[in-house]
């Protein structure tokens, strides 16, 4: 079979990444997404600030959430990320101050190229782009945010949106695409 992809298609050997292996700062971060009460709020909270990029004061991070490249994402004071939000930070994802994320939001910041017919999207490697989210924003459950986008000061996100494109300050967006529904 070699490296025939099942529908007869050629993977590109060479282009194959080799995994980052699993380090402690993995292993730590696994452990500690599970531990619950007050105690997995404040080590989460010491543990973020160390390990992002910059990390403000009073982190809420509940149990379940999910950092990908930690090293690449900045927020600031109060922030809280609750249940199951997954972030993926590796394009970059800054988040502001007072910043409040619902349950199950998921926030990517790269997506995977597809331009090329012939090789397997999956050899294609990256697009990557910032997500911004300014001060004072509010994400209700189940949104998703797209890479590239900047949520703008103040704004509101309903729930299950998908977030295609900027958010205008102090705005209220909901839907699939996002749409701006009224003004706070
Ligand atoms: C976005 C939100 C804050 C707006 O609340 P609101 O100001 O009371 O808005 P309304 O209920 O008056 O809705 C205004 C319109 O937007 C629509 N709408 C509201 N929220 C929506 C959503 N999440 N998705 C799609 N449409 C939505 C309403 O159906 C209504 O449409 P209509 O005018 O055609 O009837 C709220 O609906 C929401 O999604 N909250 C998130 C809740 C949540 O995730 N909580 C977790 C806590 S962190």
Redesign the pocket.
């Known amino acids: 079979m070699g490296n025939r992809t099942a529908t007869g298609g050629v993977a590109p050997e060479k282009k194959r990444r080799k995994k980052r292996p699993c380090n402690g700062r993995d292993i730590a971060q696994a452990v500690l997404e599970y531990i619950p009460s007050t105690l997995g709020l404040r080590l989460r909270n010491r543990f973020y600030r160390k390990i992002c990029l910059r990390g403000g004061r009073n982190l809420h991070a509940s149990r379940y959430v999910h950092i990908e490249c930690p090293e690449k994402m900045c927020y600031g004071d109060n922030v809280t990320l609750?249940m199951f939000t997954w972030i993926n930070a590796a394009g970059g994802v800054e988040i502001g101050n007072n910043v409040?994320?619902?349950?199950r939001v998921i926030i990517h910041s790269a997506n995977h190229r597809f331009a090329d017919r012939e090789t397997p999207i999956r050899y294609q490697g990256h697009e990557y782009r910032r997500v911004v989210i300014e001060d004072d924003v509010?994400i209700?459950?189940?949104a998703i945010i797209l890479p590239g986008v900047r949520i703008g000061k103040g704004a509101?996100?309903?729930?299950?949106?998908v977030v295609t494109k900027d958010v205008p300050p102090f705005s209220?967006v909901?839907?699939v695409p996002a749409r701006v529904?009224?003004e706070r």
């Not at 409040?100 to 349950?103: A, M, N, Q």
């Not at 509101?156 to 949106?161: I, N, R, S, Y």
């Open positions: 609750n409040l994320i619902g349950p509010w209700g459950g189940g509101v996100v309903g729930a299950g949106a209220v909901a839907g529904i009224k």
